[in-house]
């Protein structure tokens, strides 16, 4: 096959990561299919992701590996793994551990809305309320 | 409110593009929650998404505007569109018209899982097969 097909049609696990060394990673709720989050990996953080079926991500804010729930304890165990066409997005449903994905203390990171059919200043709509106290998960003064 | 909790907890849509002016932007299946692919958004894509309702992306490859389905009639309704904490992703919840979404001739672009729980060679395992003919649809040679 041509190098494009086999990226496509093959099954081999050929990841294109960008310029930065990363794909773009998705996660799920495997029970109810809501996006979580989204986040990156490296080579690292995917081969870890696969070899402990456990989420771990790569912060492009900290520099550094992270695996997720590793300061809050809300962990992601991974029930599938999946990969796009062209293999730069990596698709993960995961069962999420303790009340939520996101840093602000939410289950999901996409806790607000955009209405449609408007061409003016949208105005977000919150859609999801906060299940944790994120200042005292992080210890945030 | 500081420029990182007005991002957060405001409800003004401030997307974060990236260097090359784009946002990630997550499709999902609407009735199945299945993740059906992941894109990017330029500053016009996502405002016309939002006027009109229609999925709207930005081609790296073509390095152009891209309504979805213009080509195929694959068209993506949005029924819900959401924003992350960061602002620096979209998740759209769509009705996928036609049989698919990507342009292998499948409804989703995460057609491959990638098995767990081990450290050599991943070999991908099909989980979805081709609903439509690519190649005619596209036209191809």
Redesign the interface.
């Given at each position: 096959m041509a190098a494009s097909a086999e990226i496509?049609?093959?099954?081999?696990?050929q990841p294109k990561f960008d310029a930065d060394g990363l794909v773009?990673a998705?996660a799920?709720d495997a029970a109810?299919?809501?996006?979580l989050?989204?986040a990156h990996m490296n080579a690292d953080a995917l081969?870890r992701?696969?070899?402990?079926?456990e989420a771990h991500y790569y912060s492009r804010s900290r520099k550094k590996l992270w695996r997720k729930g590793e300061e809050s304890g809300h962990t992601q165990r991974?029930v599938?793994?999946?990969?796009?066409?062209d293999q730069d997005?990596?698709?993960i449903k995961v069962e999420q551990a303790g009340s939520g994905a996101?840093?602000?203390g939410?289950r999901s990171?996409?806790?607000?809305?955009?209405?449609?059919?408007?061409?003016g200043?949208?105005?977000?709509?919150?859609?999801e309320g906060r299940t944790f106290d994120a200042d005292a998960t992080y210890r945030r003064s």
């Open positions: 496509e049609e093959g099954t081999s696990l773009t998705v799920t109810t299919g809501e996006v989050m989204v081969a992701t696969i070899a402990t079926g991974v599938e793994m999946r990969v796009d066409c997005a990596i698709w996101c840093h602000t939410r990171c996409f806790y607000r809305s955009v209405p449609l059919g408007q061409t200043e949208p105005k977000l709509e919150f859609r």
